[in-house]
């Protein structure tokens, strides 16, 4: 499947990898993913899929999985407080940009977390969490879906706005060592997540939301403005004609720069 063996993934040695289970074809990474965890699995289980035919994007969204790309789910036991869980979705943005920049794929992080290479989207990323006793979290599962080697047109989106890494290298990636790079650069930023305002410098360097207007739908209404910044917890915040709002989730859609 792809090159991706558990065998080869095991020999990464990496601590995101402990338990690795990789499957030709299943119907979500993220439902696997997340009865392991249910079941106690630890820290650092990996499920890769070489097909998905039932993958989830953020918003209950399909998320086209053919073979060619890199779809997988981590299990993650952070220690977080379940407040801080939001946190995850940001770290794991600025450490899946990091792993595309290092093969050569220069990638903008649209906020939240949306991996972009000239506004295309190249990769989703999806984190999901089950709380604790003591309002800790229990689990994360943070299932990313990497366009790797197959042409926009595989995606089956009828938007433009997708892009892969072959198009954007010409040529296609080993997908180990995709996935290698990958689960380093997790690893060293989920690292810092307890440290989250250095987190966030890096999503500011990365990002390609701050300083444009932006449109958002939210409790029924429109709302129009400029990104200004993030707050301390990774909220954005927007300029309107009314005053500053925070948003803590959501989906944006950018208009351009004033
Ligand atoms: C998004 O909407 O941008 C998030 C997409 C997340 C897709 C990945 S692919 C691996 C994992 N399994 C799923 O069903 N979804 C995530």
Same mark, same amino acid.
């Given at each position: 499947? +792809?090159?991706? #063996? &558990? !065998?080869?993934?095991? =020999?990464?040695? #990496?601590?995101?990898?402990?338990?690795?289970?990789?499957? =030709?074809?299943?119907? #979500?990474?993220?439902?696997?993913?997340?009865? *392991?965890?249910?079941?106690?699995?630890?820290?650092?289980? *990996?499920?890769?899929?070489?097909?998905?035919?039932?993958?989830?994007?953020?918003?209950?969204?399909?998320?086209?999985? @053919?073979?060619?790309?890199?779809?997988?789910?981590?299990?993650?036991?952070?220690?977080?407080?379940?407040?801080?869980?939001?946190?995850?979705?940001?770290?794991?943005?600025?450490?899946?940009?990091?792993?595309?920049?290092?093969?050569?794929?220069?990638? &903008?992080?649209?906020?939240? +977390?949306?991996?972009?290479?000239?506004?295309?989207?190249?990769?989703?990323?999806?984190?999901? #969490?089950?709380?604790?006793?003591?309002?800790?979290? =229990?689990?994360?599962? *943070?299932?990313?879906?990497?366009?790797? +080697?197959?042409?926009?047109?595989? /995606?089956?989106?009828?938007?433009?706005?997708?892009?892969t890494i072959r198009h954007e290298l010409g040529r296609d990636v080993d997908l180990l060592?995709?996935?290698?790079?990958? /689960?380093?650069?997790? %690893?060293?930023?989920?690292?810092?997540? !307890?440290?989250?305002?250095?987190? *966030?410098?890096?999503?500011?360097?990365?990002?390609?939301?701050?300083?444009?207007?932006?449109?958002?739908?939210?409790?029924?209404?429109?709302?129009?403005?400029?990104?200004? %910044?993030?707050?301390?917890?990774?909220?954005?915040?927007?300029?309107? @004609? =009314?005053?500053?709002?925070?948003?803590?989730?959501?989906?944006?859609?950018?208009?351009?720069?004033?």
């Open positions: 499947m +792809n090159g991706l #063996s &558990r !065998e080869g993934i095991e =020999d990464l040695r #990496s601590p995101l990898a402990r338990v690795v289970e990789v499957h =030709d074809a299943v119907a #979500s990474t993220q439902e696997l993913a997340r009865k *392991l965890a249910r079941a106690g699995t630890p820290h650092g289980t *990996l499920v890769v899929a070489g097909v998905q035919k039932g993958g989830r994007g953020r918003l209950g969204r399909h998320w086209g999985s @053919p073979e060619g790309g890199l779809w997988m789910s981590l299990v993650l036991r952070p220690g977080l407080v379940a407040g801080h869980a939001s946190r995850i979705t940001q770290t794991a943005a600025v450490g899946v940009a990091g792993a595309l920049w290092e093969i050569g794929v220069e990638a &903008r992080i649209k906020w939240p +977390n949306d991996l972009l290479v000239g506004g295309k989207k190249i990769c989703g990323i999806l984190a999901e #969490s089950g709380v604790g006793p003591g309002g800790r979290l =229990d689990y994360a599962i *943070l299932g990313i879906g990497m366009n790797a +080697n197959l042409d926009p047109s595989d /995606l089956g989106v009828m938007d433009r706005g997708v892009t060592l995709l996935l290698g790079v990958v /689960l380093s650069n997790l %690893d060293a930023t989920l690292a810092r997540i !307890e440290d989250f305002e250095t987190v *966030l410098d890096e999503w500011r360097n990365l990002n390609c939301t701050l300083g444009e207007r932006v449109r958002v739908r939210r409790f029924g209404e429109t709302i129009e403005g400029q990104a200004i %910044d993030l707050t301390p917890e990774g909220a954005l915040l927007l300029a309107t @004609p =009314d005053g500053t709002v925070e948003l803590f989730e959501g989906e944006i859609e950018q208009l351009g720069s004033t």
